[in-house]
């Protein structure tokens, strides 16, 4: 399975971005999914997730509020919509398929990684 992520840029405090996330397979369809970030010089983090089905959601208490993700496309696509983005945002967002089908908050429950997409919060 390959997950391909977009959407990343530079953008001002304040300022909101989507990222997207396609699987190359249905398979993916029955996993959770996700997105985690790791910012220069910190460890990887969890930011938001989503079940099989699009029906229930966890996130991070950094993003709640600000933060959404989605499913779309029959759950082949996952969606991270980021509105009042702040400088603390800035980390390259990688998109994650779960082992199972409800999401997760680990890394050691990933079983595939996106490439990441850079976003860049200015003040």
């Known amino acids: 399975v390959q997950l391909q992520a977009s959407g990343g840029g530079l953008v001002q405090a304040g300022d909101s971005l989507r990222l997207s996330c396609a699987s190359s397979?249905?398979?993916?369809?029955?996993?959770?999914m996700g997105w985690f970030r790791q910012a220069p010089g910190k460890e990887r983090e969890f930011v938001a997730g989503?079940?099989?089905?699009?029906?229930?959601?966890n996130y991070a208490d950094s993003v709640k509020g600000r933060f959404t993700i989605s499913r779309a496309y029959a759950g082949n696509t996952v969606n991270l919509q980021m509105n009042n983005l702040k400088p603390e945002d800035t980390a390259v967002y990688y998109c994650?398929?779960?082992?199972?089908?409800?999401?997760?908050?680990?890394?050691?429950?990933?079983?595939?990684w996106g490439q990441g997409t850079l976003v860049t919060v200015s003040s």
């Open positions: 994650a398929s779960f082992l199972r089908a409800f999401s997760a908050t680990s890394a050691a429950e990933v079983r595939y």
């Open positions: 397979r249905r398979t993916s369809t029955n996993n959770g």
């Open positions: 989503i079940n099989w089905s699009g029906s229930m959601s």
